[in-house]
């Protein structure tokens, strides 16, 4: 079975340029999270989707990033425009609602993103 | 909103076995503990979780304070494999909710 799929792996940018990113969930997966992860630091939730619906977008900076679940599968993570403190690594994790006492996350790779 | 604290870096020797603490003072009944290691480059990847009753797996062992204040991740016996950050982390029974703090670097030495 496939696992969490995000593209690029890497993106080199000028400020104030757009940057976009994908996640293609396991399949069956219903809920989707968006994390970002600074250097030496742990993973800090973006946004979270229970299928289409953002569930949780309390700590997405609204005003330059953006986020989409179309048909509540694949996942777009978009910034614009980008800024040098958005250098970081994003991750794309799911996991399967309905799986009680086990709500175990699968992550991808990440995308690491430097803004020059 | 981690709820969690851990030691931000440990050594074990290869082949030793390793226990990782974390407190969650502040822990409510119907949060389970769960348990994720981020190797170098990659996502993080699940190890183990438990309610109030000590777990087992391939992987590690889990040991649950008497009062769920504490735990301890047990790795067994340590491998360079296992050189990783590992992050103890709160989850609501029936939420989705997953907070992941700073962590524990783990440095296996040979």
């Known amino acids: 079975e496939a696992g969490v799929v995000q593209s690029p792996r890497y993106k080199i940018i000028e400020k104030k340029q757009p940057v976009a990113f994908w996640c293609n969930p396991i399949s069956g997966h219903n809920t989707l999270y968006w994390y970002l992860q600074n250097l030496g630091q742990g993973p800090e939730l973006l946004i979270r989707?229970?299928?289409?619906?953002?569930?949780?977008d309390s700590q997405l900076p609204k005003d330059r990033f953006s986020a989409e679940r179309l048909k509540g599968v694949d996942s777009t993570l978009k910034i614009q425009p980008a800024e040098l403190g958005d250098s970081a690594v994003y991750l794309c994790a799911s996991s399967a609602s309905g799986t009680g006492n086990t709500g175990e996350l699968f992550f991808g790779e990440g995308s690491r993103l430097t803004v020059l | 909103d981690a709820k969690t604290t851990q030691p931000n870096s440990m050594e074990s020797n290869e082949e030793e076995p390793v226990h990782l603490p974390c407190n969650h003072s502040t822990i409510s009944g119907t949060d389970y503990i769960h348990w994720y290691r981020q190797l170098p480059s990659q996502g993080p990847e699940y190890v183990i979780h438990g309610l109030t009753s000590n777990v087992n797996n391939r992987m590690a062992s889990l040991a649950i304070a008497e009062d769920r204040k504490s735990s301890t991740l047990i790795l067994h016996r340590a491998t360079l494999r296992d050189a990783a950050v590992y992050y103890c982390?709160?989850?609501?029974?029936?939420?989705?909710?997953?907070?992941f703090g700073t962590g524990t670097s783990l440095t296996v030495i040979p």
């Open positions: 989707y229970e299928n289409e619906e953002a569930v949780d």
């Open positions: 982390i709160l989850r609501d029974y029936g939420g989705n909710q997953f907070y």
